[in-house]
C-alpha cells in the first residue's frame, strides 16, 4: 500500500498554529505532514517589499510565526505559490493542501493530489443551502468584491460582512459576533465563514450571535482531506 505524505501551503509562514490542531483531528496519526509557508524565513521587511498590496489588486490576509495578521497582495502570493507547490513535491508530498480559500488560477502538481478550498467550499455551500440565502463573512471588506464571483454556484447571490479572524481579544469576537448577527438580520439562514484562519471559537462565537448553522470551511477541508491521505 502507498504511503501518503501530507503537504499544507500557507500564504503566510508556517506551521499555522491554528489550523494544525484542526487538522490533526482528522488526520491518522501515521500521516507524515510537512509545513510550508510562502512568507517563510521573512522577515516584516522583506515581505513588505515583495508582497504589499497594490491599489488595483485583489488583497489577501495571513498569519506569521508572531501570530501577527499581515495583509499581501494576490496576484504576487499568486506568483510565489508554485514554486512552494513543486519544492513540497520534490520533498515527496503526495496530497498537498493549500490553507487559503482564495481563488487562484492555473496552480498544478505534476504528480501529488492539490487540495484547492476555493475548488471545495462554495460547491459546499450550495450544495447544503439549496435555495436559502447564504451569508458570506470574509476577513477583509476588500474581499466582498473581489472573491464574491466564486460563489457563482448559489442560486441565490450571497450576502456578505467582514471580520477577521486574526483580529484579537474580544474587540475581534465582538465584531464577528456584529458580523452574524447582521447577516441573519438581513436575511441570512446558513452562514460560511470563509478564511480558513477561523476556528472552531469563531464558529461558536457566530452560531450563538445568529443562531444560524455555520459551515468553518477549514473543517470541512480537513476532514476531506483526510480521506485522501
Not at 29 to 37: K, L, T
Not at 88 to 103: A, F, K, N, S, Y
Not at 118 to 136: C, F, H, K, S, T
Request: proline share 6%; glycine share 8%.
Amino acid at each position: 500500500m502507498r504511503q501518503h505524505k501530507l503537504g499544507t501551503l500557507t500564504i503566510g509562514q508556517a506551521p499555522r498554529a491554528d489550523i494544525t490542531p484542526i487538522l490533526d483531528a482528522h488526520l491518522p496519526a501515521d500521516v507524515p505532514v510537512v509545513h510550508m509557508g510562502v512568507l517563510d524565513g521573512l522577515d516584516r521587511d522583506a515581505i513588505d517589499a515583495a508582497f504589499a498590496p497594490q491599489a488595483a489588486n485583489g488583497v489577501l490576509i495571513s498569519r506569521l510565526l508572531s501570530g501577527d495578521s499581515v495583509e499581501l497582495d494576490k496576484p504576487a502570493i499568486q506568483r510565489a505559490l508554485q514554486a512552494k507547490l513543486d519544492a513540497l513535491e520534490v520533498l515527496g508530498c503526495t496530497v498537498i493542501l493549500i490553507l487559503c480559500t482564495g481563488e487562484f488560477e492555473g496552480l498544478a502538481c505534476r504528480h501529488a493530489w492539490l487540495v484547492e478550498p476555493d475548488r471545495i467550499v462554495p460547491p459546499a455551500a450550495a450544495a447544503l443551502a439549496g435555495e436559502r440565502q447564504v451569508g458570506i463573512v470574509v476577513p477583509l471588506a476588500g474581499q466582498i468584491e473581489s472573491e464574491f464571483h466564486k460563489w457563482g454556484a448559489l442560486q441565490r447571490p450571497p450576502i456578505c460582512a467582514a471580520a477577521s479572524p486574526y483580529a484579537t481579544g474580544a474587540e475581534g469576537d465582538k465584531a464577528l459576533g456584529s458580523a452574524a448577527l447582521t447577516l441573519r438580520e438581513q436575511g441570512a439562514e446558513i452562514l460560511v465563514l470563509d478564511c480558513m484562519g477561523f476556528v472552531e471559537r469563531h464558529r461558536d462565537i457566530a452560531q450563538t450571535a445568529s443562531n444560524l448553522p455555520v459551515v468553518l470551511s477549514n473543517s470541512l477541508v480537513a476532514s476531506l482531506t483526510a480521506t485522501l491521505v
